[in-house]
Every structure is written in C-alpha cells, then in structure tokens.
C-alpha cells in the first residue's frame, strides 16, 4: 500500500475541466490529485521565422509554476530574468509531445501556443500539462475549424502522459505523488499515442541505476494508466471532437 | 446604461474563495466580474538586507499575468527577461497599501510575500489584487499566529481598492470593466482603509485632463464602491479574524 | 518655518537655463533649489512600430541619475543590466504627462524622445523634470517647426508639475526638498495644466494614510505652487513660444 | 550499408587522446568519427550552497560548442547571454549521469566541475560528451587522490553512452553521424554502467512514434555498442586506474 | 590651419570647474573645446572581494554618455540591458591609467570611484575624461585627508591625457575635434605622467597604418599638449593640493 | 636569461595547423609556446545593418577562452551572461588589426567572421590570436576565391603580432609567457603589417610609467619578433597564396 492509499498501479483522480478561461481558443484545468495546471492553447496566423514558406505549422509550448504552487516559494522566473533548465527541458518536452500527433501539413502555416501553468504541484507536474495540453489543443483546433476549416481535423490521434518509478523498498508505481517522486530510486515520464505507440520516453536513475527487467515493468505500468488517461479526455472532449479525432487514427 | 448593463456607482459581483490553494499559507481565488487573481501570502522568517537589525517586518508583492489572461496572448516576462514597467509600477502598489495596514513593529522581523496572478483579465486587476491581497495575508498571518503568537493581530485595519473613471461620455462611472478602462478619458485607482482614509490615489488622464468638480465625483464614486468590498472581504475571513482586526482599529 | 526657512507654501529658487546643449532640438538645465535636471528633446521622424500608420505622433521619456547625484553612490543601472522599478515608473509619469499637452494629430507620425538626466538630487526629481522637459520640448517643437512646418503648433497648453506633502507634524508643504520627503507622511505628486485642469495626480501614504480634508489642503498647496511655475516657463521660452501656445489654449 | 559505408550496429572509429590540456587535473579529447569534444575534469574544494555541510560531493557540467563547430556559423551563448535550453538540457544529462557512479560520500564536499566543449560536430555530441567526461573525471580524481587520499576510489563503475535510431528506411542503428541523425525518425540517447545497467535512457519520436518492438531493437543495438566503448575507456585510463575502479564494481 | 582655425600643435580651449556638485567628495566639470564631462570622485571604505586584507587600495572608473551628448540620440546603456564593448574599454583605460599616480598602500583598504559623464561631445572624451578625473581625485582625496589623515597625500604625480592623429592630408594634429576624429588615419591616445613619462599609449590605424617616424612625430605633438593641461588642472586644484603632491614627485 | 630559457629577443617555439577543423572555410591551430589558440573564418554573404548598400564588407571577431585554459577554472561568459571587459576589448582589438590589412572593397559585401578561442593559456593571448586569425583568415577568402573569383585578392599584405614588456628587473624582453606577463612592470602589444608599419601600438604601465627611451626599445624587440612570424605565416599558407598577398603589397 502506498503512503496515500492507492495500489501500485492506480492512479489518482483525474478531473479534466474544459473551457476554463474565456479568452483562450481552447482551455482547460486538469486535476491530476493535488496537482492542478492550467492549460491554454492559443493559435496564431503565421510561422517562426526559421520556417516560413514551408505550407507546414508549429507547436510550440511555456510551462510555468506560480511561485507557492509549491511547498516553499519559488523565486520568479520573470524576476530572476531568466529561466531555469528544467522549466526549458519541461517546455521543449511538451511542444516535441504534441508535434507527434498533428499533421502539420494539414494545419498549415499557423502557430498553436501551448501554456502550462502549475497553480500547484503535487509531482507528476509535467505529464499532467502534456495530458492536459493535448485536451486543450483539440478544442482550439476545433472552435478554429469552425471559422476556417482545414482539409481534414489535423490531429491523428490522442496523446497522454504519466510518470512511472522505483520507489526505495524496490516496488514498481504509476503516477507518483511528490511525497514518492522526491525519494523514488527511477524516475520515467512516458509519453503515448492512442495506438499504443511510444512518443517519448525519459528514464532516469537518480544516483541509482535500472537494469532490463525493470524497464519492462516500468513500461506495463505506465500503458495500464495511459489508457485511463484517454478515457478522460475523450469524456472532457465531448463526442463530436472524438469522432473527428477517430476518423483520423491509423488502424 | 454601462455596456453590461449596471448603473453608474454599481460594483461587478465580487467573489472571494478563501484558502484556495493547499500549500501557501493565506490564498484567495478573487474574481471581480470577469477578472479572476489568485493571491497568496507567504511568511518567511527574515527580512531583506538593508532592514536587518530593526525589528521591523516587511511586506512586498509580486504580480504577474498568464499569457492568455489576456484576449491576445502576452509574451511572458521570463521570457523577455525582464519585468514590464507596468508590471513594476504595480506590484510597488500593492505592497505599499498593504503596508498602511499592518504594524510592522508586531510582525516583527518577517516578509510577508504576496503574489498575486491574474488568471483571466477584464479591467480593473490591479484593484482586485489589492483586495484580494488583503484577504489573503490576513488569513496567513491568522495561520501564524496559531503557531507562533503575536503580541497583537498586527493587522490595524481593513484595506481594499476599486477603479473609477470617466467615460468618453463624460459619465463618472465605478469600476470600470476592460472595454470601458481601454476608452475611458481618466481613470484613477483609489485605495482606503476601513476607517475612510486614502491611503492611495493615483488619477490619470489618457490625453486627457479632468477638473477640481470632476475629481470630488471621481472620489465619491470610489468611497462608495470600497464600502461595499469591505463587507465581502469580512464574510471570507469569517468571525474570528474579523474581530481581531476590529481589535485593532482606530475608532 | 521649514527646515530651509521658507514658508509652507513657498517654492524653492527655480532657474531655467534653456537650449544647454548644443546637440539636442531643444534642452535646458532647470534648477529646483538645489535640484538640477537636464531634460533633452530629440525628434526621430517615425513612430513606434504599434502606431504606424495612424498618422499621430508619440512622446516618450527616458529618466535616469547620475550615480553621484544623491549622498552616497548610487550604481548605475546599465552596470545592473536593468532599470529599477522607480525609474521605470518616473518615465512613464514623464510621458504620459506631456502627452496630455500635444496635439498628436498635429505633430503627425514623428517621436518626441524626452531625456531627463538628475545631475544633482535634492528632491522633486519627477516633478522638476516634467517641468523641465515641458520647456525642452517647446524648443524643439519650434526650432523643428522653422524648417518643416505644422499645420498648427502642436502644444495646446502649459504643463508643469510640484510635489506637496503632510510632514511629521501634520503641517502641509509644498515642495519638499529630500531631508523633508524622506520623513513626511503623506507625498502627492501633482501635474496641471495652464487652465487647471488636473493631468496626473499620485498621492502616496507612506505607512500612513491621509483625510478627505487634507487631500483638499494638499491640492490648493499644488495649484498655488504650479502657478509660478508657469510664469518660469513663459519667461524662459520667450515671447514667439508662448504666444504659440496661447493661440492653441481652451478658454 | 549506411551512408559512411558502416554496418547496422557498428561504431565509428574512437580515439580518446588523454591528458591533452596541461591546466585541468583531468583531460581528454575524444573523436567519435569526426565528433570531436575537449572534456575537462575540475576539482574545487567545496560543494554548492544547498549541500553544505552533508558531507556529500557534487559533480556538476557545462557543455558548448564552438561556433564553427557546425556546417554554418551559431551564434555564441556569451553573445546572446543566455544559454539555449538544448544546451541545459544536455549539460543536466551529463551532470546526472556521472553523479550515478561516483560514490559523493567517498568524493567528500568537494565539487567536480565537467567541461565538454564541442569543437568539430557530426553527430552525438552530447554522448560523445559523457563517454569522454568519464574518462577526465577518472584521471582528475586520481591525481586528486595522489595528493590527498580518499578512504577508497570514489568511482564506482564505468559509464559510457551512445546513440542509437531507427532511419527513414525503418532500419536501427547505432551510433547516428549527423546526416543520420538529422532524418531519423527516432532517435534514442542511452547510458550505460559497466554491469550492464541503465542510468538515463532518452527515446524521442521526430514527429513519429515508436513500437514496443522497436524499443527492444534499440535498447540491444545500444548495448552492443556501449561494451565497446568500454574497452576504449581502459585503454585511455591505464592499468592503475582501471584496477581501482574494478575494486569498487558490484559483482 | 584647422577646421576650427587652431594651429596643428594647438589645444582647444580648456576649463576645469572644480567642486561642481554638492554630494561627491571631489567633482569637476571639465569642457575641452565643445566636449563637456562631469568626473566625480566617491571615497568607499572598503575593497573589492578580490583584494581584501592586502592593505592596499583601489580606484575603478565608469563612464557614460547622455542620450543627446551626440549629434543624433544614442540608446542608453541601461535600456539595452548591457554595456558596450566601447564603454567597457574607456573606462577599464580611466581606472588603469589613475591607478599609475597613486601610492595604493598609502590609500588603505579603499576604493576611489570615478564617474565620467560626458554631457555634450566633441571628440576626445575619454581623454578628457581622465584629466578631468584626476583633479576629482585629488579633490576628494584632498578632502578625505582633512578627516582621517594618510600618512602621506596618496597622489605621487599628476595625470593628464590627450589625442593625437594624422589628418587625411597626413598632417599631425593635436586635440581632435569629433570633425577631425571621424576621418583620422591614426588615432593615437597619449596618458602621461608630470614627470614626462607615459602610462598609456593606444595608437590605432583606421584601416590605415602608420610609420616608425610618423609615431615619433605624434608622441612629440602629445608631449606639447599634456605640458599645458598640467598648468590647467594645477589652476583648478589651488596651491595647497599642488604642494602636496609636489613633495610626492619623483625628481 | 629568462624564467624557461629563452633570451632577451627569442621568441617561443611557433606552430601554425592549417585547415584544423572540417567545417570552416578557413581554419588554424596555433601554438605559441604553451599558448594554443583555434581560429576559424567564415565568410557570410551580407553585411552589419549599417553597412548595407556601400558595396564595402566587414570583419568581426570573437573571442573566447575555455573554462580550464587557464590555471583555475573561469566561469563560462554564457552562463554570466554577458561578455567581460577584457573579452570586448580583446574582440574589438583583432577585428580593427585585420581590417587594415583587407581591401573591403574588393571583398564587397561579405562579412567576415573570425572565432578564437583559446584552449590553452600562457601568456600572449591576443597576440597569438591576431597571427593565426590573419592565416584562418587568408585561407578562407582564398577558398572563397575558388568559387566567386574576386577582381583581385582582397588581402593587401601580412598582418602579425606580438608581446613586448619590462620586467621587474627592468629587462626589455619579446613574447612574455604567462609567469613573466603577470609581473612585467610595462606591457605593450604591437600589431604591423609586412611592410613595417604599425597598425595597433597598445602600451600600458602596470602601477608603472615607462620613458621615451624605454618605449624606443620595446618598438625594437617587436620589430624583432614580427619578422619571425611572418615566415611562419608563410609557411603555413603554402606558395599558392603567399603570392597572391605578395602581388597586392605596397612596394
């Protein structure tokens, strides 16, 4: 049993908030137990310099923690004038994610922002703004399709994350609450399309090391969550977003 | 009529959600119609350098907007490296009202940190961050002093802010949302205390200029409008802080 | 009497030495007692790119110290690598304020750059600063009108601007040198124009707050003190200037 | 056959020149075909604020590359002033990767500070980077102990990393040059331990996704190719210190 | 003759107004020709990190323009955030050459701050920079003497600089004007001692380069002028300050 | 005789790499003595802002060291973000010295980019950057040449430079190692062309002053150890090229 109760392979409570904002194309509050983002995905007519004349679009994404998200209070990034390298890591991690399941021929040249704001962290911050970031994607690029229609709906297929690891006594869990993460021997953060299909993978042995068996444990673990995951986002996208969505999946 | 409907001197519906977020020590999520902040307060036990020494505390706030608070998104100032002057100048503002407030020399050598992110924006969010800043350091310090007792509650009285303005139409109008702020020809932000005096007062016009008689409307208009907050704010700190702010006032 | 022995509301000596320099369109070194500003007036003949092609001017302002200017050294700013929130909130005060004099539309899509550099700090930097970059600008707006001229003169008043205050023994001053502003209770910066009209009015309660009856005594203290100011700016722009100004008065 | 004329899960030639600077306790260039990274081990006598006083070292990396270390000129980080999130990203891997074989109660509050500078890239850079960091962080840690003797040797194992990736024509291979790795599809970064275990595995779709099956091609190819390196390692290293490591190694 | 009618060995009309501002320890305002520098001289009783506990003292220097010294409007320093490579370089020349002329073990475990702030410009500021400096210094020492004595005056001789160059019709001239400057071949700065010897030579060809003799020919013309501007800056300093540092000079 | 045995005029041993790198158009590593340096040329087809449309190019040089090049490590100038003093002044000094040796209207508008960065440090520096650069430098533009002939060779003659000082036991000595540099009383480096004129003449006293007499014998040794550099130059550039600059030389 787990220091809050839950089985090896469980999960916390999910809840997927839609249309949080009003300003945003599409925005939502996930809940992934005490962790909360705010994900927003806004889209803009034109392309980063680097690929402009190309016919194709771009997925870009900031992450951020409010400063007492935490337990103490983080300094600013906005005020120490520069940002850290794991919110770099973090937000290069997001944007590379989402890439994987849109089409960015049919999305043409159009930048869709993504922005993840932790109002507060309980571990898992990152997979919950991947998660969440792809529900909020979906609905911009649908309320989008409703003024300017694209060719096709340009996302394939769904995408979610969770984190997996080694705690200390040697037990395989998914999705790790900070109490866990902060003393877990492995760390893995995995990414998946809906067909199953590995997006990203991040395995990393805190001074610590995993050998190949473990892998493979860590790997079960984290597909049985992922596919909850996409339970959730098909509930908080709603029928008509899924079907566009299904007809677009390869088989 | 105002574009949505209310009279001259009338509020939008305020709401203030007490102890938002589990890890700060006073929280509040603020909306003032459309606009929404979260506002913590964070105590450490230590003062900044050149107050070291004096016995004093001190107060200081930080304010920040998520880039689609805004109907366009707004480059984060972490990624600019640097902080807006508009952001500045705000940020200034609030923790010199919240200063006028609180005995320094009772709180003793201790930062409270307010920081106060405007999730969703329509006019008025500084005022809002003031008045939902007020709440949320009192309901830190509250918490405090159960651990650690104060010799006094070192809150002296209450605190809270609105907008006034006049329209193109020459309507002296009460907290103005954002389409009636981004028109108006002046604009002026008012911050008092419990007991009916100014603490701050900062009226502009926007190439414009205003008279002696417009500026005696401009201020009643705010007297009216901060009365009403104050009862807002005392039903969500509840009976117990209420009193011992009462405890502290100037009759 | 003040600790200078002037009257409550008596000004100090002011001095306005114009066209200083022998580069800038228009400069003058303006005294305040022993306050001494350099304000400069640069015109550029293109906006700022978000006003492009709406065939109105900008005026904008730039505020800075010598590093020895105050008691003990200060360091710069460009050794910081970053300007400090009160300088950043002095030059938009700066800016703003004169924007309320000029006739936009008239002065077409040009720059007014305003530089007001403290070479002497003695209090009332801001407010001596303003009214020094008021008398610049006037020269450079008429040194440029003699080659390119405007439809009419784009400044349509006087602009001036004081401070004034409630010192420790409740008496209200009018322009308060450093060793008076560093201990008052109450500071109001005040910026008028030469009808008496208010532009900008900042009132400050430093761990104070202040009546509605001493903000009535405060402002008459500025409008005596604003005054005078007008008749040094007249006598330091000459005959041609002022009669262009008045032409293009409100009566 | 691959574009340089290697077979699938071959490596390119090694060359691991040690010593090579005469300033760094610990020195080398390593070539991996034409990547060519100059890593120093440096060795300061006290660990990083927030570790004070455990008793712990700290290994800590900075990596760059010379801006004619590419086909087309980059711009300088100095020049930018700030340091691109590719760049933290790999500095952290190569940070992490080496705390997990060196034992930091051993190392004792001293800090080791790894500089991997690029000079000719063609691919792999940041494992050609860790393979090379090892080996000066070995020679650095060893002349250290010549002077001021650990208890035992502070490493604990080998550690040596490279890339593998499956290409447009969905072949696996190992040890992508840039012209591979440029139109991978998947592209995987791993770490290996002397005992065959993993420290840090990085699988990354380029707007792809990945199989289960895939991922066991990959994770064999690597470790086909990390033994190798292996070999080159203590040949670099010598027999003294190849010995001391060995009697750290868990059997 | 010259553009401004001197003759070639001939210097531009100098004055050095001494105690110029009322908070520095020693100011001037020193014009040579139309080129007018404030220097300021500031006593701190302590040393950089670097030098702590040597007994010695130190004397750095920072320079700046006004934004309109210039012809056209010059960005500040401090807007972008960084100092120029231009900036950097005169003032790390200022702080070397001053360090020349005075005993740092006499001075103690202090640092001399010099400010140049060059208010309007005409060619030659850096060098006017430095004579205008040495007189602050001399000041502020002076006056810094009077309260805690040295045990002797901590100035050993006097410093003067100027320019020399060769004109496009390869004559050698003294003192250039920013005319003559800006289409120099040579450009040679010349920092010397009252003794006659030299601190500091910069001789820079402007995609040009100059002979064996043609150097003879300028340290001559720099000779001629530094002779005068020893006889200004003794003028400046009253003959108490020029006694004491008389009974310091080498014969 | 000196500190590692060289006489008064000798030089340390001098070795120039040509085309080190496989990317650069121009290339070289170059010993001097301990001292190595790699310097690259890059030839990009567009001009600085400020020069666009006067058919003319430019030359602009970077400099650097790595961290360990030195006896303790330095920190990284990305991570302090920003370039030091001594960097600018160094990168500023090595650009100017190669533009007076460069037809730049022969060039047309290409900028050339020259990089050095030091990877070993003793001494001479910037001395031994400006004699590799000019060899990187040749090498690129004649590359360059064999595939956009120019109308003639853009180099007009050599370009090399050297160190020169007084020691603490007053000796004249050419190209100071590092242990001499740091004591050396004077310190001059001299940059001439092929012809034996100067183009850069940088002399500074170190707490010192030096004399006609004394600065007649520093020109002397440099003079001395050009010549020298100048065959290796040559060598390194091979017959093809050294005829080319030949045929553009002033006789």
Chains 1, 2, 3, 4, 5, 6 share one sequence.
Not at 81 to 91: A, N, P, Y
Request: net charge negative; hydrophobic share 40%; charged share 25%.
């Amino acid at each position: 049993m787990r220091v809050d109760g839950r089985e090896q392979l469980q999960l916390r409570p999910i809840h997927i908030d839609s249309n949080y904002l009003m300003h945003p194309e599409g925005s939502v509050l996930i809940s992934v137990g005490n962790t909360k983002v705010i994900c927003t995905a806004s889209i803009e007519d034109r392309v980063p310099h680097f690929m402009r004349g190309e016919g194709k679009g771009w997925i870009t994404a900031e992450y951020s923690m409010l400063p007492r998200a935490t337990e103490t209070r983080n300094i600013r990034e906005s005020s120490k004038g520069k940002v850290s390298g794991r919110t770099m890591e973090i937000q290069r991690l997001i944007g590379r994610a989402l890439r994987a399941i849109v089409d960015l021929e049919v999305l043409g040249e159009k930048t869709v922002w993504i922005d993840c704001d932790v109002i507060q962290a309980d571990g898992g911050t990152r997979t919950a703004s991947i998660t969440g970031a792809f529900v909020a994607m979906a609905l911009a690029l649908n309320s989008y399709a409703a003024k300017k229609s694209f060719s096709k709906f340009p996302i394939t297929d769904y995408l979610a994350a969770t984190s997996v690891g080694i705690l200390q006594n040697n037990e395989t869990v998914l999705d790790l609450n900070y109490a866990e993460d902060s003393k877990a021997q492995v760390d893995m953060n995995v990414v998946m399309t809906g067909n199953g299909e590995f997006v990203e993978l991040q395995g990393t042995g805190e001074e610590a090391t995993f050998s190949y068996d473990q892998l493979q444990g860590l790997l079960h673990a984290a597909q049985e969550g992922i596919v909850e995951l996409f339970e959730q986002q098909k509930a908080a996208l709603g029928e008509e977003i899924t079907k566009k969505i299904d007809s677009r999946r390869k088989k």
